[in-house]
């Protein structure tokens, strides 16, 4: 048995974050932090490592568990607004939330990150063009560090809190007590650990399990949306306009058919496509680099349906994860095609891959994805490519690549306070994994906010 006084289970942006704060603030605490993945170093996927060509379902995920959690190895983009990537702001004000996301800005700096720049929407032409066609760009500033400098980042802030905050990986926690004021934790090791209090901040990945333990506990939970769609990858020339502008465009439609939202997501200018696991299912996303020397001459993003269900389903979830189970069923991982033989209703296949102008930079099944996103949000996503070419010619091209399926898993909202405390005293909820948060910006700030409120009670 060991004894605590807080214990954070999980190291993504939250976790690290708060570790960071607490170490600044020297709180007079005995502290743990746990982790399902590894340390930072140890955070090798065996697709990028050269070893396979596809993903191998490594459990746990070195792309999305370990320390940093999944923001680690992407693409390090701090988007730093209340306009989107979550719901801070509504628990703790919209200028404590700005404010707390300039400070995780000014420490990224601090630690490394001062040579990316700063973009912003305000200002820019592209407002007034997007306004223009029927489209809607959402404002924001964003500091892009790239995957080579976001790591470096991160082992920097793990060197400086090492000393004060004692971290364990590979390590689950299997069940939560309360026993009067202390919380009784078991993990995976068999061990018991005895703590006053227990910050969950396991990120998306982590979803399952903080439901588990607020269903446990009687904590209301609110299902959230969640997102499908694409990883769109064109030549980064169709795009070069935009990101030299603003870097991360996060632009809205809404269709003409269904009147339904969509919007570019992750964009990754001279990026790379790449795989994910989550819980076990493969899914697409996108990355990119801060040095030259590992740009492609590709850009990617997302183009994503917002799907929200009313009684009786109530598992959002488990709707993107059966789409994305029968992609995988289909292409054995991540789907590839054309843009040009999806609206003309054909496969595609490696006779077609091999005559596209576009060289796909991950390696993925040529099919048809028609057979795997339903009819509804494969329109929205067509009608919305077309809608983006008006802005940047050649979007819509023949040789435009999109793999599938992209799905943005949104963690049901657990009830928490301005403290982010649920209704078990000392049980708290930080991160994208408490459903407030969902962008690397926003978690990070959940973090120190909740480290500066337990700083006073120690």
Not at 83 to 110: N, P, Q, T, W
Request: charged fraction near 25%; proline fraction near 2%; include cysteine.
């Amino acid at each position: 048995m060991r004894n605590y006084d807080v214990l954070i289970v999980g190291s993504g942006a939250g976790g690290v974050f708060m570790s960071y704060e607490l170490t600044k603030l020297d709180v007079n605490a005995k502290i743990l932090m746990l982790d399902k993945g590894a340390e930072l170093e140890k955070r090798i996927c065996p697709i990028k490592a050269g070893k396979v060509e596809n993903c191998i379902r490594c459990n746990p995920c070195h792309i999305m568990n370990g320390y940093g959690g999944a923001g680690t190895l992407s693409d390090g983009k701090y988007n730093i607004t209340n306009k989107f990537g979550g719901d801070l702001h509504r628990f703790i004000g919209e200028k404590e939330a700005l404010d707390l996301m300039e400070y995780v800005d000014s420490i990224l700096c601090s630690m490394g990150g001062s040579e990316a720049k700063l973009y912003s929407t305000e200002n820019s032409d592209l407002v007034t063009k997007t306004l223009q066609n029927n489209l809607h760009l959402l404002d924001a500033k964003v500091r892009h560090l790239g995957t080579d400098r976001n790591v470096k980042i991160l082992a920097r802030m793990f060197d400086y809190a090492k000393d004060k905050i004692e971290m364990e990986f590979y390590t689950t926690v299997t069940d939560v007590k309360k026993d009067g004021e202390e919380f009784i934790v078991t993990t995976n090791k068999g061990e018991e650990i005895h703590c006053k209090k227990v910050v969950m901040a396991t990120g998306r990945s982590g979803s399952k399990w903080i439901s588990k333990v607020c269903d446990e506990f009687g904590i209301e939970q609110k299902k959230n949306r969640v997102d499908i769609g694409v990883r769109v990858e064109l030549p980064a020339v169709i795009f070069k306009h935009i990101t030299d502008d603003v870097y991360e465009s996060k632009i809205v439609y809404k269709t003409d058919k269904y009147n339904d939202m969509v919007r570019t997501f992750c964009m990754n200018p001279y990026g790379e496509v790449v795989s994910e696991n989550t819980n076990g299912i493969i899914t697409v996303n996108g990355h990119s680099y801060s040095d030259p020397k590992f740009h492609t001459e590709n850009t990617n993003f997302a183009l994503l349906v917002s799907n929200k269900f009313t009684k009786p389903f109530k598992d959002s979830n488990e709707y993107g994860e059966s789409i994305a189970r029968l992609s995988n069923m289909l292409g054995g991982g991540i789907i590839l095609q054309r843009f040009g033989d999806l609206v003309k209703g054909r496969r595609s296949s490696d006779r077609r891959m091999e005559k596209c102008f576009t060289r796909p930079t991950l390696k993925a099944t040529p099919g048809d994805l028609s057979l795997v996103i339903p009819k509804r949000q494969l329109d929205d996503i067509i009608e919305m490519i077309y809608a983006l070419d008006k802005i940047a010619p050649g979007t819509a091209n023949e040789d435009t690549l999109l793999y599938g399926v992209e799905v943005k898993f949104y963690n049901s909202k657990v009830e928490v306070n301005q403290n982010l405390e649920t209704k078990v005293k000392g049980l708290y909820a930080i991160g994208d994994g408490s459903g407030v948060t969902h962008s690397l910006s926003q978690a990070s700030a959940s973090g120190v906010h909740l480290a500066r409120v337990l700083a006073k009670e120690f």
